[in-house]
């Protein structure tokens, strides 16, 4: 109920686009024609989501983690709360999946050569 309440009075402090869909519109087939899945069950980022995800993490939500290859686009501590909510991961997650991302993008990793290797 917490959740549901922040994201009705609060919903609007999250800086990500808001992706609209019909009334009759299933929210895991909208996941699905957007391609963010491959086939495997998603949970859709709802706000009251994210807004618990966020919870699991002290760090704000505009704080840029880095940039992720290979087109170098801004990655902030919400789109990490958005895509853990898509993959099922708790709130608890957050800590180890912002350590493992700062990880990756450190320069000795290359992670644009492990992204982009034939």
Known sequence: MAERLAAKHRGGTL?????????????????????????????PPTDERVLAMLQGTQRRPDEVVGKIPPYLGTCTVEKVAI?????????????VLLAALEAA??????????????
């Open 83 to 95: 895509n853990a909510v898509l993959a099922g991961c708790k709130p608890s997650f957050m800590p």
């Open 15 to 43: 800086a990500s686009r808001k992706i609209e869909y019909g009334e009759g519109a299933d929210p895991l087939e909208v996941c699905f024609e957007r391609g963010w899945s491959d086939g495997l069950p998603v949970t």
């Open 105 to 118: 993008l450190e320069p000795m990793f290359t992670l644009h050569g492990v992204l982009a290797t034939t």
